[in-house]
């Protein structure tokens, strides 16, 4: 068994789709970066990624590379999960927490597992995703941008 774990950040800015756990969320802005800045799904990367020695989202999906301008994060993801697959490895759980004062994501949690869930092949009880405030504190509680951290566990399989 092996631990992984990932974080992420990204600004707001104005005139972008704000895409959270693979869910476009209702938001008057997104966040900033070459690819959808899906923060939660870019900690779960790292964390998958650096369970196995993967090195990270940066030197697996660079964004000097313009094929991934814009990517939805989920492709990325469907991504790692194929590289788990050719070394033989599984997923035994997820465990992520999203930094956020506005908006309020908890009724969009259960869409954001189910994606995650369909997308890397395991069961919606293998994911837990988390919201929390800062009590408008740092640049997650000035509204300026979102943070998110993940921790995997993840096994060898045996055939």
């Not at 790692?80 to 009724?107: F, L, M, R, T």
């Amino acid at each position: 068994m092996r631990i992984g774990l990932g974080f992420d950040v990204h600004a707001f800015e104005k005139n972008r789709e704000f895409w959270l756990g693979g869910v476009l969320i209702d938001h008057y802005q997104g966040l900033a970066g070459h690819s959808d800045a899906d923060v939660l799904i870019h900690s779960i990367c790292d964390a998958l990624l650096g369970a196995v020695n993967l090195g990270d989202i940066g030197s697996n999906f660079p964004d000097s590379d313009q094929k991934y301008k814009d990517i939805r994060s989920m492709v990325l993801l469907k991504a790692v999960a194929e590289k788990y697959k050719n070394i033989g490895y599984k997923i035994v759980n997820i465990d992520s927490v999203v930094v956020i004062q506005k908006p309020k994501i908890a009724p969009y949690i259960p869409q954001m597992k189910e994606e995650i869930a369909k997308c890397l092949g395991i069961d919606v009880n293998q994911i837990s995703i988390k919201a929390t405030t800062t009590e408008h504190l740092g640049f997650e509680g000035r509204e300026e941008g979102v943070s998110a951290q993940a921790v995997v566990l993840v096994e060898k399989e045996f055939v």
